[in-house]
T-cell receptor, first 113, second 116 residues
Framework: DSGVTQTPKHLITATGQRVTLRCSPR?????VYWYQQSLDQGLQFLIQ???????AKGNILERFSAQQFPDLHSELNLSSLELGDSALYFC????????????FGNGTRLTVT | AQTVTQSQPEMSVQEAETVTLSCTYD???????LFWYKQPPSRQMILVIR??????QNATENRFSVNFQKAAKSFSLKISDSQLGDAAMYFC?????????????FGQGTILTVHP
């Protein structure tokens, strides 16, 4: 168990809808990262927060947004969903921004029908 | 931008044998970290081993070891005495220093099959 909790485990929704994925980092970890893993691609970095502030953005669509709350949990919001958004979404956390490894949650499997 | 390349989409090994997974990366930085993650069928991402670029000594974790060649920008993973439980997708990952805020850049992955 990595200590990173992601909910829900599975999500099935229709095109055009909006969903929210939740992540609770390991106790003591200040940094949260979101990754997307599609079938035909590796892990793509979406966005990163450190202690409540956005620090880095990757290939995140404008339809997607995220935030990190004062209690350090994070939410990834996906709107106007398309079939191509079907993927496994991982949250990872780390203590700092450089030395410590990332610990991953078990992911949320999103299926858009 | 840093890139990570895993040139072996699939590899196979017999149980108890040794297998080496390849990884190369491109960077202009001198300080960075390299990782191997394992993703079994459960899809969980599990850290296998890490290497600090400033360390010349290759990292070892039980049956897992790396061959880190900084000048060649190569970071291969050797799995000794392969076990059925080692079957998984393996990802090589690069992490810069604090300037990139710690995000990992992943290779495309290598699927490892272990034959009994």
């Amino acid at each position: 168990d990595s200590g990173v909790t992601q909910t829900p485990k599975h999500l099935i929704t229709a095109t055009g809808q909006r969903v929210t994925l939740r992540c609770s980092p390991r106790s003591g970890d200040l940094s949260v990262y979101w990754y997307q893993q599609s079938l035909d691609q590796g892990l793509q970095f979406l966005i990163q927060y450190y202690n409540g502030e956005e620090r880095a953005k990757g290939n995140i669509l404008e339809r997607f947004s995220a935030q990190q709350f004062p209690d350090l949990h994070s939410e990834l919001n996906l709107s106007s969903l398309e079939l191509g958004d079907s993927a496994l979404y991982f949250c990872a956390s780390s203590v700092d921004l450089a030395v410590s490894p990332l610990h991953f949650g078990n992911g949320t499997r999103l299926t858009v029908t | 931008a840093q890139t990570v390349t895993q040139s072996q989409p699939e590899m196979s090994v017999q149980e108890a044998e040794t297998v080496t997974l390849s990884c190369t990366y491109d960077t202009s930085e001198s300080d960075y970290y390299l990782f191997w993650y394992k993703q079994p069928p459960s899809r969980q991402m599990i850290l296998v081993i890490r290497q600090e670029a400033y360390k010349q000594q290759n990292a070892t974790e039980n049956r897992f070891s790396v061959n880190f060649q900084k000048a060649a920008k190569s970071f291969s993973l050797k799995i000794s005495d392969s076990q059925l439980g080692d079957a998984a997708m393996y990802f090589c990952a690069y992490r810069s220093d604090v300037r990139s805020y710690g995000k990992l850049t992943f290779g495309q992955g290598t699927i490892l099959t272990v034959h009994p």
